[in-house]
Each structure stands twice: as structure tokens, then as C-alpha cells.
């Protein structure tokens, strides 16, 4: 009897080891993904909730274990213990244990969202509803509205979000993603008024700066040049001349702009015609990047009031019309010197 005691514990331990083992093993097993999954964890999940996702979605073994012998396996480990909701990314190559790690240190998956310099508010929304992980919950509302009620200083939403790159949970709503856009470029804004002095610029208030921000931003890819075309805006702002930019009728034509600026265009007045009106546009064009906005607050000392493109992304500066003319006729027309 006592052999036979002694033999059936034996058993017993060798079973409950074999069963053991088996569970470790096919919790550290790669999990069924072909390209790296997003999945949620919602307050209160359990690690049996959390198996039970991924069984739905296919990512388990087909020989995992039942149920109450892998519950046996996530008894031995804390990290299946006190899973902290949010969303959580999967790779291939993942195993049960280096997710429930992940999931324990709120490890969550983020979302990286990169805003170009000198797009407008329209793509920035499109770009948002477009991006996987963000939730759209502006329910109709536009960007002006939208502003309204992020910060009612701006009657608008054009220009008035600084173009960088922003993480964010996975999940995230697109009012805050705005907000904390609208937030950096506050910030950004302020630290290139404060260098705005009297003396340097020609501008009255913050507003005017990011207006101004934009038009330089659309004007010129070229960083060197920033703070040079921005002189000619300055001088010319100070003479009472008008600005005679071209982005800025093409901001006003809108959508139905078709590529080709015309002579029709330039005399078509709208509020953004600086062709037709004198001083700044209503509105920033465009999303003014830092290099732009301080360049607005910097403007180069100098005496030229004119410039035109060259065609290879530069652009001449001259002091006088008949100067500009001639170069327009250079760059522009292509008639010779």
C-alpha cells in the first residue's frame, strides 16, 4: 500500500509538472501575428478577458492549452496580475508573458503624427481622420468652432497649430490632439513676439505675426532666406506699400485654384488679395512653422523692397521697381537680361 502511495504521488508530481511545464512553455510561445496588431485592455480586464481576445482574433496555438490549465501558468506569473487598460500593441515574434509585461507597465502603443509646415487647417483635420488610433469626436463641428471653444481669442482655426512631430496614446480624441497643437504653437507664438520689438518690426500685435509667419512659410523653402524676404514684408508694411504676394491670392481663390496664377487672379479682389488691399490678410494661409514665426519677429536689416523667384527655389532681391523688373524679366518671362 505504501508503494503503491508513494507511486501514485510520483505520478501525480510528474503529471503537475508535465501540466506546469506545459503552460510556461506555450505562454512564452510567438503568438500567431503575421504584422504588429493594436489591441485594448479595458478597465478591469482579467487575464482570462485578455486570452479570450486573442483567441477570438486567432493569435493562440491551436494546441494551447484549456483553459484552467493555462490558469494554472498565469498564477505563477505577476505580470498577468493587475493589467492596466489602454491599448496595447502586438508584434510577430510576441508571447503571451512579453505582453502581459507590456500591459502591466502601461507600456500602451502610441502614435506618432508628423504636421508638415505650410499645410492648412482643412488637410491638418483630414490628416487626423485619416490616422489610425485617433478618435474622431469633433461630431460635425469645424475648426473655427472648434476654436471657439479650445480658445476663444481666435476667431479661426487657420495657422493656429505648430507644425512638428506628436506622440500620442493610441486612442486619443482629435480635440485634444488639437488642443495640444494649438498649445505648442501659443507657446512658440509667444517666445517670437517677445523678440517683435518696436524698433525691429513693423507689426502691432501677436496676430499679425502669425499672419505674417505664414506668408514667409509659403514664400520660401529656403531657411536662409526667411528672415530676408521677411525684411522686404517689414519695409514694405512700414511705407504703406502693398504686399503683392502671390500665396496669398491663392489662399483667397480657394479651392477652385487650379495651379496656374493668372493676371485675372491678381485682380480679383478678395480679403486675402494683398495684390488689391493694403496691409495683412485677415488670416494666417497656411501652418507657419518656428522657423517662420521667428523669422516674422527677426526681419533682416537691409533696403530691398522687392524679390522674385529664380525658379531653383531662391529668389532675387532688389532695392528698386525698375531692379525687380528687370529680374522678373530674367527669372520670370525669360527674355533675357
Known amino acids: 500500500m505504501k508503494a503503491l502511495l508513494t507511486l501514485a504521488a510520483i505520478a501525480v508530481l510528474l503529471i503537475s509538472a508535465w501540466v506546469l511545464g506545459l503552460s510556461v512553455n506555450r505562454l512564452a510561445d510567438p503568438l500567431l501575428l503575421a504584422e504588429s496588431r493594436v489591441f485594448e485592455v479595458p478597465r478591469g480586464q482579467t487575464a482570462q478577458g485578455v486570452l479570450h481576445q486573442f483567441a477570438e482574433q486567432g493569435w493562440l496555438t491551436a494546441d494551447v492549452p484549456p483553459a484552467p490549465v493555462l490558469q ?61 488610433g485617433i478618435v474622431d469626436d469633433l461630431d460635425g463641428r469645424s475648426g473655427d468652432q472648434l476654436m471657439a471653444e479650445i480658445n476663444p481669442e481666435w476667431p479661426y482655426a487657420e495657422g493656429v497649430f505648430l507644425p512638428e512631430t506628436y506622440r500620442f496614446p493610441w486612442g486619443t480624441r482629435m480635440s485634444r490632439v488639437l488642443r495640444q497643437m494649438h498649445q505648442a504653437l501659443e507657446a512658440t507664438l509667444e517666445q517670437a513676439w517677445a523678440l517683435c520689438t518696436p524698433e525691429r518690426c513693423a507689426l502691432k500685435t501677436r496676430e499679425e505675426l502669425l499672419v505674417l509667419a505664414s506668408i514667409i512659410e509659403k514664400e520660401t523653402g529656403v ?41 485675372a487672379h491678381l485682380r480679383t479682389d478678395t480679403p486675402w488679395n494683398t495684390y488689391t488691399r493694403g496691409g495683412l490678410p485677415p488670416t494666417p494661409i497656411c501652418l507657419p512653422g518656428r522657423d517662420s514665426l521667428f523669422a516674422a519677429a527677426q526681419p533682416k536689416a537691409g533696403t530691398s523692397l522687392y524679390f522674385v523667384a529664380t525658379g531653383q527655389g531662391a529668389h532675387v532681391f532688389s532695392d528698386t521697381l525698375a531692379e525687380h523688373q528687370r529680374a522678373v524679366r530674367k527669372y520670370q518671362l525669360k527674355r533675357g537680361k
Open 223 to 263: 531657411a536662409s532666406e526667411r528672415t530676408e524676404i521677411s525684411g522686404v514684408f517689414h519695409r514694405r508694411l512700414r511705407k504703406k506699400m502693398r504686399l503683392q504676394t502671390d500665396p496669398t491670392v491663392i489662399y483667397g481663390v480657394g479651392d477652385a485654384f487650379d495651379g496656374n496664377l493668372t493676371r
Open 72 to 132: 494554472l501558468g498565469l498564477r505563477l506569473f505577476p505580470e498577468w496580475s493587475h493589467l492596466r487598460a489602454g491599448h496595447y500593441r502586438v508584434y510577430p515574434g510576441d508571447s503571451l508573458l512579453s505582453v502581459a509585461r507590456r500591459m502591466r507597465a502601461g507600456d500602451v502603443a502610441t502614435i506618432d503624427i508628423t504636421l508638415i509646415e505650410g499645410l492648412r487647417t482643412k488637410d491638418l483635420l483630414q490628416l487626423l481622420r485619416n490616422t489610425d
